[in-house]
Every structure is written in C-alpha cells, then in structure tokens.
C-alpha cells in the first residue's frame, strides 16, 4: 500500500471511530458532519488505492459509493429525505451489482474448483431469495397496518429484491475468482452486513423505534461500505490490472 493509501485509511478510521462516539453520545448536531465524513473517507480511500482508476470497474465502484453518500445525506432529514435517500442507496446497490457482475465475467476461469468455491456458488442464490422473502414477510405486514400505499409497497418488494441480490452476489463472486485470497471475502461480508443494515433501518423506521437498532444499524452499514471497498479494490486489482 501506498503512503497516500495509509494515511488515507488512518484518516478513515478516525472519523468512523468519531462517529461511532457521536452515534453513542447521540449528538444529532454533530452527526450531520461526522456521519457524511465516513462515506467521503472511504471515497478518498478508494480512489488512492485503485491501481486502475479510470477503467468501468473504477467508476463504478466511485459511483456506488457516491450515491451511498447522497443516501446519507438525504438521511440526516428523515421526514423529507427518506424516499431520496432510498432512491440513492438503490442506484448504489445496482451500481454495486454492475460492478460484480462485471468482475465476475473478467476473472479468469476457475478451473481448480475446491469445496469452498461450491459453497460460495450455493449460498449465493440461496442468500439472494431468503433475504428477499425475509425482507418483504416482515415489512409488508407492518406497513399494511399503517395504510402504505400500493406504490409504496411495490417500491419495497423491488428494494428488497435488489438489496438480496447485492448480497446473493457479492457471495457468489467467490466461486468465479480463481484460488482464495482472504481480501475477496470481504466482498461477501459487505454485501451480508449491507442487507443486515437495511433491514435494521427499515425494522427501527417501520416497526419500532429503539436507539440500539439504530445504533447497529449505522455500524452495519458503513462497516459494509468499507467491507465492500476493500474487497472489490482487492478484486479489481486482481481481475483488471492482470
């Protein structure tokens, strides 16, 4: 790594950890600086640490991360900027599938296939449908009692569908990259911490409220943001710099 790679990643995990205390503090005024800082730092990181940073892949993993930072913008105004900010981490989550779907067809064909890479190709479809199904009989009940609107539960059931498939995914990745590089598994957790997070915002917003969902909710999601940042600089690295 870099000098500007680790000063970069030292700067990130300085404003993730004081967010982390502005988070437990509950200072609301501070979050609206501190909580944006994350998604910038990772932004910085990502670009330093590219080794090809104007291929497709480099742009759009910049551009996933770009509307995960718009979503957590429109967030910071819960009332006015919830269906934004959905809209954003969507455009995200499709960027992000985009984006593995392209390294999965880049990387070289794994023909020393091992035990582990049937177990990544498995749990990938399987993980894409039960996040679906779990997501939508959890959800859909809670916001028929509060009256949704049939447009609203449509939109749910197509968030929850791409959500689960960024984690399907971003598991199955696994079985087309040749060998096992611990890095890439990051990819997998990311995208597994991605829906966890969702899931948590979702059940704090429309179930009910509790500080310590939405505490783990945000640890979650930016934690996924640098999981997901670490592995597909990891694998871009692999699939297109060779």
């Known amino acids: 790594m870099t000098d500007a790679g680790f000063y970069s990643g030292l700067l990130l995990a300085v404003v993730f950890i004081l967010n982390y205390m502005v988070y ?6 501070v979050k609206t600086i501190t909580k944006p800082l994350v998604m910038i ?3 910085l990181w990502t670009a330093v ?13 910049l551009s996933a991360q770009s509307f995960g930072f718009l979503g957590d913008v429109s967030l910071l105004f819960p009332k006015k900027g919830f269906i934004f900010g959905l809209t954003a981490f969507l455009f995200g989550h499709l960027f992000y599938i985009g984006l593995i779907v392209m390294l999965m067809i880049g990387a070289s064909p794994t023909w020393d296939i091992r035990w582990y890479h049937w177990v990544f190709l498995g749990m990938g479809p399987f993980a894409w449908i039960l ?8 959800f859909t009940p809670a916001l028929d009692k509060r009256g949704a ?8 059931k197509g968030y929850a569908f791409v959500l689960s498939g960024l984690m399907g995914v971003s598991i199955a990745l696994l079985w087309f990259m040749p060998g096992f590089v611990m890095t890439w598994l990051f990819v997998a957790v ?3 911490l991605f829906f966890l997070a969702d899931f948590l915002l979702a059940y704090n917003r429309f179930v009910g409220k509790n500080d310590r969902v939405h505490l783990v909710s945000w640890l979650c ?15 871009i690295n692999q699939v297109v710099g060779s």
């Open 24 to 29: 437990r503090s509950k200072l609301e005024k």
């Open 49 to 61: 640490t590219l080794e090809k940073q104007i291929e497709l892949e480099a742009v759009l993993l």
């Open 149 to 156: 609107s049939r447009a609203f539960l449509i939109a749910l």
């Open 221 to 235: 999601y930016h934690t996924a943001q640098i999981s997901l940042a670490w592995g597909l600089v990891g694998v």
């Open 190 to 192: 990311g995208g597994t």
């Open 41 to 43: 730092s990772i932004i």
């Open 131 to 138: 996040g679906t199904v779990v997501f939508l009989r959890v």
